[in-house]
C-alpha cells in the first residue's frame, strides 16, 4: 500500500508538471504566432506602398518591391492596484430613561433593556489585477527591389536613395537596400527599353549622341534655322527675279506660322494639364539645369511639356551630358502614357532640383581670380599665379589668358597700341613707359611724331620717379586694355 501510495503521489505531480509545461508551451506558441502574423501583414503594407511609390520614378521600367522584417516580441505585464475602503459600522448604544424625582438619565444604572455599545471600525481592501499583453518590435529591416535588367545604373541609384528615404533605413541597426533584377523571362516586353538594349548593343554610344543631339538641335530650334533659310533665299532669290523672292520670303512666312501654332498648342495643352507649374518663371540656364539633374523620364517630361526656347536651345549642348541628351531622344520618340500621379511626382522633383538650383551662388573661376589678379602689386601677382599654377596649371593659364597686363602691350597691333595711349595723359604713359625700353620703342613707332615728342618731352619730366607711382601708371594703361577688350576692340599683332 505505501508503495502503491508513493506512485500515486509521483503520478499526481507527473501529471501537474506536465499540464503547466503544456501552458506555457500554448502560450509561448501563441506568442509567436501573433508575430509571425504581425510580421506578414507589416511586410505586406509596407512593400506595396513602396512599390506604388516608386512606380512613378521607375517608369517605364518595371520595379517591385519585397520587405523582409526581422521583429521581436515579448509580453508585458501590466499591474494595477485597487483600494476599497469599508465604512465604521456602529451597534446599540446608550438609551434614556425616566427615573423618579429625577427626569431623563442616561444609562439606565442595571437595567435589563440596556444594550452595549459597539463600534465596528472599518479597514482598507486593497485588490490587484495582472494583465498581459503582446508587443512587437522590428529589429531589422530589408527591402528588395526587383528590377527590369536593361534599368541604367543611375536610375537604380535613384530608386535605392527613394526607398531608403520612404522606408526609413536605418543603417545601424543592419538595414539595408538590396537591388535585384527580374529573370529575363519574368520581365516583360517594354519598347523603351528594348530599343534602348538593342541600340547600345550595336552603336558607339558617342555615334548615338550625335545623331541625338542634331536630331534634338533641329527639333527644339527649328524656328530660327527656317527662319535663316527662309531670310537667305528671299536674298538669293532677288537676282533670279520678284518671283522667287516672293515665294521664298512666302515660306518663311508659312514656316513661322507654323512654329507660331505648334507653340500655343503647347502652351495651351500645359494650361490645361497645369503640369510643372513650378518651372513657369524658370530662366532658359535654370530649366536646363533642371532637365540635367531630373531623373530621365521627368527630363523627357519637361522636354515634352514645356519645351525648349531658342536660347534654352543653345545650352543644350553644353549643360546636357550626351547619355542624357540620348534619354531625351529616346524617351521622346516613345509613346507612353502617365497616370497624374505619376505626373505629380515628376513635379515635385523637378520643383526640388529647380530650388537646390536657385539656391547655388558661383563663386571663384579663372575669370575671378584674373580680376583679382588685375589689380594686385606685380609681387603679389607673381606669387598668386606661381602658387596657382604649381596645384592647377590649366587654371593659372586661363585666367592669365584673360587678363591684360601692361607687358601684354607688345602683342597688339599699332592700331591697338595707338588707341590705349591716346585715350590716357600723356604724362601717365610717359610714366608707365619708364623701365620698359622695348614696349616704350613699340609705343613711339605705333604713334603719331607729334605724340611721340610729347611722350619724350613728358619722359624727362618723370624721370626718377619712384617704383610704387610707375607700377600706378601701368594699371592705368592696364584699365584702358581691359575696357577696350571688353568691347572687342583690341587685335593681336601679325605674326
Not at 502503491?4 to 503521489?9: E, F, P, Q, T, V
Not at 494583465?131 to 528588395?144: D, G, M, N, P, W
Not at 519574368?186 to 534602348?196: D, I, K, Y
Request: glycine share 12%; charged share 25%; with cysteine.
Amino acid at each position: 500500500m505505501a508503495i502503491s501510495r508513493g506512485l500515486g503521489r509521483a503520478a499526481l505531480v507527473a501529471v501537474a508538471l506536465a499540464g503547466a509545461s503544456g501552458a506555457l508551451a500554448v502560450e509561448s506558441g501563441d506568442r509567436i504566432g501573433n508575430v509571425v502574423a504581425a510580421r506578414i501583414d507589416l511586410q505586406r503594407q509596407i512593400g506595396e506602398w513602396l512599390t506604388k511609390s516608386l512606380s512613378g520614378a521607375a517608369e517605364p521600367y518595371r520595379i517591385e518591391v519585397v520587405v523582409q522584417l526581422e521583429m521581436r516580441g515579448f509580453v508585458r505585464e501590466v499591474r494595477a492596484k485597487q483600494e476599497n475602503v469599508t465604512p465604521s459600522v456602529k451597534i446599540g448604544g446608550k438609551n434614556r430613561v425616566k427615573l423618579p424625582g429625577l427626569g431623563m438619565v442616561d444609562g439606565g444604572g442595571g437595567q435589563g433593556n440596556l444594550m452595549p455599545e459597539i463600534n465596528i471600525e472599518g479597514g482598507t481592501r486593497v485588490s490587484e489585477t495582472v494583465s498581459r499583453q503582446l508587443e512587437t518590435e522590428v529589429a531589422r529591416l530589408k527591402v528588395i527591389l526587383f528590377v527590369d535588367p536593361s534599368m541604367p545604373k543611375d536610375r537604380r541609384e535613384l530608386l535605392v536613395q527613394l526607398g531608403s528615404d520612404l522606408a526609413g533605413i536605418d543603417r545601424a541597426r543592419g538595414d539595408e537596400v538590396v537591388v535585384r533584377e527580374w529573370p529575363e523571362s519574368a520581365s516583360p516586353a517594354r519598347g523603351a527599353t528594348v530599343v534602348q538594349a538593342t541600340i547600345q548593343s550595336k552603336v558607339p554610344w558617342e555615334v548615338i549622341a550625335i545623331c541625338v543631339s542634331g536630331i534634338l538641335a533641329a527639333l527644339i530650334v527649328s524656328a530660327g534655322l527656317r527662319g535663316a533659310r527662309g531670310a537667305s533665299l528671299a536674298g538669293f532669290g532677288g537676282g533670279r527675279g520678284a518671283g522667287a523672292a516672293g515665294g521664298a520670303v512666302a515660306g518663311a512666312a508659312g514656316v513661322g506660322v507654323s512654329v507660331a501654332v505648334q507653340a500655343e498648342e503647347r502652351r495651351k495643352r500645359l494650361e490645361e494639364m497645369g503640369a510643372f507649374k513650378a518651372l513657369a518663371g524658370a530662366t532658359p540656364k535654370e530649366l536646363v539645369q533642371v532637365v540635367a539633374e531630373v531623373d530621365p523620364h521627368t527630363a523627357c517630361a519637361i522636354a515634352d511639356l514645356v519645351g525648349f526656347d531658342a536660347e534654352a536651345a543653345k545650352l543644350v549642348e553644353t549643360v546636357l551630358a550626351p547619355q542624357r541628351r540620348i534619354e531625351i531622344g529616346i524617351g521622346l520618340a516613345t509613346s507612353r502614357v502617365l497616370t497624374r500621379d505619376q505626373l505629380a511626382h515628376m513635379e515635385n522633383a523637378a520643383a526640388q532640383v529647380l530650388q537646390r538650383v536657385r539656391n547655388r551662388v558661383a563663386l571663384g573661376g579663372p575669370g575671378r581670380l584674373a580680376e583679382f589678379l588685375a589689380l594686385a602689386p606685380d609681387a603679389v601677382r607673381r606669387e598668386v599665379l606661381d602658387g596657382v599654377a604649381a596645384r592647377d596649371p590649366n587654371v593659372a593659364q586661363e585666367a592669365r589668358q584673360s587678363m591684360f597686363l601692361f607687358e601684354d602691350l607688345p602683342r597688339l597691333s599699332d592700331a591697338s597700341l595707338r588707341q590705349v595711349v591716346t585715350g590716357i595723359d600723356p604724362g601717365v604713359v610717359a610714366l608707365a613707359l619708364a623701365g620698359a625700353p622695348e614696349i616704350r620703342d613699340l609705343v613711339h613707332n605705333a604713334v603719331s611724331k607729334r605724340l611721340r615728342g610729347i611722350f619724350e618731352v613728358e619722359a624727362e619730366v618723370v624721370k626718377g620717379k619712384p617704383a610704387p607711382e610707375i607700377e600706378t601708371a601701368r594699371r592705368v594703361i592696364e584699365d584702358a586694355m581691359r575696357q577696350l577688350g571688353q568691347r572687342g576692340e583690341l587685335r593681336a599683332r601679325a605674326a
